[in-house]
């Protein structure tokens, strides 16, 4: 159904719009190792992102091509929180920890759906997210109780992303609907879990949830901020030179 | 002396050398030389394809690249272990490779300028490397051979990845077309150059030959790659841009035009489009981690403190 | 008490105070609030517009585009030295800004997420910045009347410059049209919402008017800014997203339909979706820019120490 | 004529791409004052841009904005040195410390061209240009004479940007034709010059040119770095979203 696509649609863009950033890292990380576990990382967003693409494409007589390469903006409804600059690895780890986080959660309710082919991507996708909960965790660990520098940076890239946390847990009319049907729960019920643990590796860090405000959001309405035009202008430009061509 | 004849019988038996076993110091160096050139070459070779990872055009060859490039890093990792059995460690072999004072193949500083060059460097690039590297799954010291083993089956599963990417480009609009042949107008000349130079001009490849690490000449292999790509280019309705290639019936031999050596010489001393800007992203990430590994190092240092304690 | 009488007197003859004149604690307290706040927004609202400077669509509007933001630049300049007149160093305000202890106006705190937005905060925000400060060129601060009589001069160049995208815009493709259409619909409000809460719930308007800094109320001005645009707009051949907006021929003022004052807290107290991205972003430009500035320091004493040796 | 167009665009070029990269640090540059002075440089540059575009479109019936927008990478004609990064603030002055000496001794020898058109842009130009000159070596001396840090980073800033030096003053068939006809002088005669001045500088900064080997360059040619291409997705994204529109 339509609602449904469009749910499709949001995940699947949460996992495009991070596979973009991730994808820079490849070549860039602070060593060989990490250059294969945020490629895997990357891989494994944009492989999820890709059955929920052709799944909404579906509804509409769309590939997943055509919704990642010839949708504008405002037409993208992926959360704030998978647009925000890579920054430093210590910023990169703090967003991967909050996605991974959320997305588990999301996935093991998902595997539950009412709509089989939502439960079976995300019965896959699950298992993957397992592990990038624990890479970021070991990661969040390790920086926090590193030395002094690593500790500042992981607690300066939380505070950068932490106010994109609010948006994830957002209920609306369509989750509401489609919580309804037993397509999806609310996502505000993932949150206390969410919250408890990452609570937990928080507290085994030592640090704090950062006192920062939540940002307003809007991702899911196709507002976005000023980061995913650039995003879009570098992952859309050869596609677009040449519409119609297949690769 | 005892070492010296165990090691001629290795050698002359067609075995194994493994670390712990003798080896003449020559042999280690010219050993540690290639298989660190060999895992830098990698390492920088990530770079050229990384550069059209955020750009790909499909979400399918988008997906495909991110992995072939996350290969690459397994490859460097593998050659690197490989090294490090010869007594060299890798955060040395990484400072030389920084400093400028360590060789990659030199293809990888000439740029991607289009798509179509994920295709051409698939096919003629890796294409090139596999014919190099098979009889190198034979060489006399054993980790570097099985590490080769590894190497070339995801090779040739790239190889084909590039072989498809033209093949889909050439069967497609005349814009792609035209990218497909340019791209491999640009790169048939760097990829048969990977082979070395020619053999009367290659000092050192007779006592590689010697020692089994070399198996065959660079013409030799040279000539092979081209007989396999003149084959392979006919299928892809592309043309190699070398009027002069033929098959010699007397030498049951493929040959090949003339190479500008010259250019390959420059960009070896440093002279290509891209050697400052492949050394300086490899020396940007590498600082850049510097903290990240520190803070590694710090942490299970701490942890392990605190288990001895316990 | 002699300094209270001479203050006194400059304020009931409409004259101006000096830097070296006495001035109660708490008018300098409020000057230097308000100087600082109007600096920092020169200097964050650089952002909002600095994000199109390298996609604006044409050379011509590039061109224009840099000029302007490097004009904000530069009326920063003009405020944080009227400011530390006051006895506030530029670094201290900064440090505060950083920190997130200094404010700027909110509205820059939306993004500018199309091309249509460089004409809208020119006509909008621009414009709603003028009829605030054009008051203030007479404020009884001399050094911030006089920066802002340079500064309402370049603002209104700008809103012109914002017009005549919008006008260019609504006069192109029906995609233009709509991409302006839309700018205005977000910038609207929040444009409005520049002059500050309504009268009645603006408690230190009063005091800042017997002070002779501020002339005219919030509400006043915000009247006055929407008639101005409401003939503008006709022009434009665009709307304004407000239905309830009327001349009301008993009090000879503009009125304007209900304003979402509960978002303009929400952002006010950081929860716009920009707030964190601007001040990070000023963070990181002052953090980056620490060696530079050091070393300017370093040169310019060692050449003063060299200078006073010969 | 052909040639002029041709050539006009070469300088064309180089200022457009320069002006792009040098756009960015507005709102970003290390003080106030500098992101006035970078942005009034990236002004002029633009500035010097649009005048030879123009001209040069004018030979072939396109505006400044059809060849700005509407050409592909390997119709660019600018050299690398315009196309490399930012970088940090040292990169930049040093790239842009070439770029000025570069210019000024090209602009002075162009005033006296037997194209009006163009000899009458240039003797604006230089104007300009010898004020970027005297920003960029005041900053090589601060830097190189500031602190430690500051050293190291100029230090670095030219190694990085000096194997894009030769580039500028290579001779090739157009420049020998337009110097047969007095349009320009080849770029080799140059050379001395900017081999004086700037040696001078950095004398006095005690500095050494960097050791570093050149590069094959091919700007001139369309053969340019990885750069380019990323440049002018962002510069160009929306223009091609709305071909034929007026802004």
């Known amino acids: 159904s339509e609602d449904v696509a469009e749910f499709a649609l949001r995940i699947g863009d949460d996992g495009l719009i991070l596979a973009q950033r991730l994808g820079h890292w490849i070549s860039r990380a602070p ?3 990490e250059d294969i576990a945020l490629g895997n990382i990357a891989l494994d967003q944009l492989g999820h992102a890709r059955s929920f693409l052709t799944y909404a494409g579906a509804a509409w007589g769309k590939s997943e091509d055509d919704l990642a390469y010839f949708r504008r903006e405002h037409e993208f409804r992926s959360a704030h929180l998978f647009e925000q600059p890579n920054g430093d690895f210590a910023v990169t780890i703090a967003r991967q920890f909050i996605v991974s986080f959320y997305q588990y959660e999301l996935y093991s309710k998902l595997m539950e759906s009412t709509d089989a082919t939502i439960a079976a991507i995300s019965a896959k996708a699950v298992k993957e997210v397992d592990y990038h909960r624990d890479h970021s965790a070991q990661w969040v660990l390790r920086l926090a109780g ?9 607690i300066q890239g939380f505070k950068l992303v932490w106010p994109y946390v609010d948006e994830l847990f957002e209920d609306d009319q369509l989750t509401t609907r489609l919580a309804g049907a037993g397509v999806t729960v609310q996502p505000s019920s993932l949150r206390a879990e969410f919250d408890r643990l990452t609570g937990n590796i928080m507290a085994e860090a030592e640090l704090e949830i950062p006192g920062v405000p939540q940002s307003l959001g809007g991702g899911r309405r196709g507002k976005h901020s000023e980061f995913l035009g650039y995003i879009l202008a570098e992952m859309q430009v050869l596609a677009r030179e040449h519409p119609g061509a297949s690769w | 002396a005892a070492g010296q004849a165990y090691f001629d019988r290795i050698i002359s038996e067609d075995s194994r050398i493994e670390p712990r076993d003798w080896m003449p110091a020559a042999y280690r160096k010219t050993l540690l030389r290639q298989i660190s050139q060999h895992a830098h070459s990698e390492i920088i070779g990530m770079q050229p394809e990384a550069n059209w990872i955020t750009r790909a055009p ?7 690249l991110m992995a072939k490039v996350q290969d690459e890093a397994g490859h460097g990792l593998y050659l690197y272990s490989a090294a490090e059995t010869l007594g060299q460690s890798r955060d040395q072999m990484m400072e030389d490779l920084i400093a400028g004072k360590a060789r990659y193949s030199s293809i990888f500083n000439y740029p991607t300028i289009s798509w179509a060059d994920m295709g051409a460097i698939g096919w003629l690039v890796d294409g090139a490397a596999i014919c190099n590297q098979v009889p190198l ?33 050439s069967n497609g609009t005349p814009a792609q077309k035209q990218m497909a042949q340019d791209a491999v107008n640009r790169w048939y000349a760097p990829s048969l150059m990977m082979f070395g130079p020619p053999d009367d001009d290659s000092p050192n490849s007779k006592q590689s030959m010697a020692w089994n690490i070399k198996r065959f000449s660079n013409d030799e292999l040279r000539s092979r790659f081209v007989g396999m790509m003149v084959e392979q280019v006919r299928v892809l309705g592309l043309t190699l841009p070398d009027k002069d290639i033929r098959f010699n019936e007397e030498t049951k031999k493929w040959e090949h035009g003339p190479l500008d050596w010259n250019e390959f010489k420059e960009v070896l001393a440093g002279r290509g489009p891209c050697n400052s800007q492949r050394v300086e992203r490899r020396r940007e990430a590498h600082e850049n981690g510097a903290w990240v590994r520190e803070a590694a190092v710090a942490y299970a240092r701490k942890q392990a403190q605190k288990e001895n304690a316990a």
Chains 1, 4 share one sequence.
Not at chain 2, 58 to 64: D, F, P, Q, V
């Open chain 2, 137 to 169: 799954c034979r060489a006399s010291y054993g980790p570097y051979g099985r590490a080769m083993v590894r190497i070339c089956k995801e090779e040739s599963f790239h190889q084909r990845q590039g072989f498809e990417i033209l093949l889909e480009l």
């Open chain 1, 31 to 33: 060593e060989l190792e």
């Open chain 1, 146 to 154: 590193g030395t002094d520098e690593s500790r500042a940076r992981i």
């Open chain 2, 58 to 64: 499909s979400l399918k060859r988008k997906s495909i």
